[in-house]
């Protein structure tokens, strides 16, 4: 155990902002460390995009699903797989190919590269002492969202962040029993299922206290619940108006 | 500035490994880290399979395209996208609806879910004192690799990790000037294409001095040269198999 393991274990997302601002230095810094993030065959095909004009972060909150936090953080980091760039290097070295074929991998790498990213933004962010919320509700709307940012075709927003001055104190949520995620040699199902077993007591009593006894559904109950109720099923149909094909 | 970001701006890939053994308590630490990572409504869609056993990792470095540092290092992570405790949960709770629907938004959740997870623990390795590689060959054969673990469906190798005591010390590679990366209310792809320009002549100039001058490639050639050969055009029909329908 050490400092940075220590931070890393107190992650909690934050949802209320001070009013102290964040510079554009620190934004600068926290983009450095995330730039550093491992990226495959180092296409670094990932961009963000730094939302300060209040318009544009009311606008995104309302996209957002009306999470009001959007438009109260100073920063709203809106995090973008991006094969604009590769795009671009294909037309100009390779200029008798066809188009650049779009493929799942591709997504792949692309998403995956921004979520990197991402994360240590969000690692350094903490360590200035800022908070982070990760915001999936940026694809609730993407077509909008893109066309607010101004993105070009084979950018698409993963998910926003928001960051700034933590003005709460959330506790920490508690994660699944490490069994249940972490196999060795060979996936384990019986054993992860036992885990979600012990999780539900655990986030059952969690619930309950947080919310003075208001709410104390299981987990497993919460997650059959969600997917019955399946969200944003355009991504395919958007994504592929973007130019990623998904083949 | 800060420790935190020091080291987040100071990592490089490590592809060789000293012989010190990594032990299960300090992957549990990686892991638990690696647990505290945001995730999409708590899910927690996603799990990681710890190889040890040296015939697996053999068999793993073979099917990751004969990456030989796959089988030296101690410990070889390998972080799947998983909705099986997802899928789980719903047929428990409700037995009367059919099968869980899925779509390309709960595939974008598990790879982010993943991505998210496997970065703190490659924050929280470093932290230590180890060296990570991430492996993105493990969607080389990707079906023979979730044989050789035994994954459900629902489950699918997103990306491998390699895990120990660095023996080399490569020196840091140059990433896209910022201007490239980082906008600012709006997507600026003028200012993004102008980067790449600066980036190339890094790139030429780091390649030269890294093998005495015998590779010189830009960075938009060695881009537009990737793109020319397409990668893993397998994923989709193989996602599909295990159950990601992307639709």
């Known amino acids: ?144 969202v893109a066309d607010l940012l101004g993105l070009p075709e084979l950018a698409y927003p993963v998910f926003g962040m928001c960051l700034g001055y933590p003005d709460q104190e959330p506790g920490l949520r508690p994660r699944l029993p490490q069994e249940s995620v972490l196999h060795w040699n060979r996936y384990d199902r019986e054993r992860s299922e036992q885990g979600v077993e012990k999780y539900d007591e655990v986030m059952v009593e969690y619930l309950r206290k947080r919310t003075g006894g208001a709410k104390d559904t299981a987990w497993s109950v919460l997650m059959a619940e969600k997917l019955a109720q399946p969200a944003r099923l355009h991504m395919r149909e958007f994504l592929q108006k973007r130019g990623f094909l998904l083949k």
Chains 1, 2 share one sequence.
């Open 1 to 144: 155990m050490n400092d940075v393991i220590n931070q890393l274990k107190n992650h909690r997302s934050i949802r209320k902002y001070s009013s102290r601002p964040v510079s554009r230095e620190q934004v600068e810094e926290i983009v450095a460390a995330a730039q550093a993030a491992s990226s495959s065959s180092n296409v670094q095909a990932y961009s963000v995009i730094a939302v300060t004009e209040q318009a544009r972060k009311d606008k995104l909150a309302e996209l957002c699903g009306n999470q009001a936090y959007i438009s109260e953080c100073p920063v709203f980091l809106v995090w973008c797989g991006d094969l604009t760039r590769l795009k671009s290097a294909a037309e100009r070295h390779l200029p008798d190919r066809e188009t650049f074929e779009e493929s799942t991998e591709s997504f792949i790498i692309a998403t995956v590269d921004a979520a990197l990213a991402a994360q240590n933004a969000a690692v350094a962010a903490e360590s200035l002492g800022l908070g982070i919320v990760y915001i999936g509700g940026i694809r609730n709307r993407s077509g909008e």
